[in-house]
């Protein structure tokens, strides 16, 4: 069975400081990676996908690495704003395709 | 474009009660997924429809129940309800059932209290 986990599961930085969020999965056999932000009590927001033959995405101040073989996959945020605190899921999509969380990490940015 | 919605946002319901909670996928999109978060907790895979047909199902009860409708949108139910019911239900839409190239959109859930 396929299993998720984050670390750290939680994260404090000051502002300005670049940062980097872990996900390691158990199986490598999965169609895609997607790493999410969820607000306290909200839904949660896409913010990159990684296809399994694809090493990295970015988008704006986010890049997020994959590497199949050995589980693993690295959110990094650079210059961190007080707007990033959140928890930032990964999600590996896998078997019957379906989504594969881990718990999250969650993020505080201290102006 | 409107994103995925759901409805009811909040619902509180009593022990043995059945819930009925909807979702409309982002226009264009044929296949809708259901997660269930409990607090501290990543989704837990619930059921996933496509093209009106259940494609996939997750460790869930015979309790829980979902179905699509011609218009793409789907209803979650969930009968006699237990304490552990009490989490937030997200609902999420891709384009299509292909595994891979297709990224998964979520709406804002619907948290649900059973007292």
């Known amino acids: 069975k396929q299993e998720v986990t984050q670390i750290p599961a939680a994260l404090s930085v000051p502002e300005g400081e670049n940062l980097v969020l872990n996900c390691s999965f158990t199986d490598s056999a999965i169609y895609n990676l997607q790493w999410f932000r969820q607000d306290p009590g909200k839904g949660l927001t896409s913010l990159l996908l990684?296809?399994?033959?694809?090493r990295e995405q970015t988008s704006g101040r986010l890049n997020a690495s994959l590497d199949k073989s050995s589980g693993r996959s690295t959110l990094y945020i650079a210059a961190s704003q007080p707007g990033d605190s959140a928890t930032y899921l990964c999600a590996v999509k896998a078997g019957a395709n379906n989504l594969f969380f881990g718990t999250g990490t969650r993020l505080t940015v201290i102006p | 474009d409107a994103g995925v919605t759901q409805s009811p946002t909040h619902l509180i319901k009593t022990r043995g009660q059945q819930v009925t909670l909807r979702c409309s996928p982002i226009s264009g999109h044929k296949s809708v997924s259901w997660y269930q978060q409990v607090l501290g907790q990543g989704p837990q895979f619930i059921f996933q429809y496509y093209e009106k047909e259940e494609r996939g199902r997750g460790n869930f009860p015979d309790r829980f129940s979902a179905r699509q409708f011609p218009n793409y949108s789907s209803e979650l139910n969930v009968n006699a309800l237990l304490l552990g019911d009490s989490a937030l239900y997200l609902c999420?839409?891709?384009?299509?059932?292909?595994?891979?190239?297709?990224?998964?959109?979520f709406g804002q859930g619907t948290r649900l209290t059973v007292v």
């Open positions: 990684i296809q399994s033959s694809q």
């Open positions: 999420a839409s891709s384009l299509d059932w292909s595994p891979t190239n297709t990224e998964a959109f």
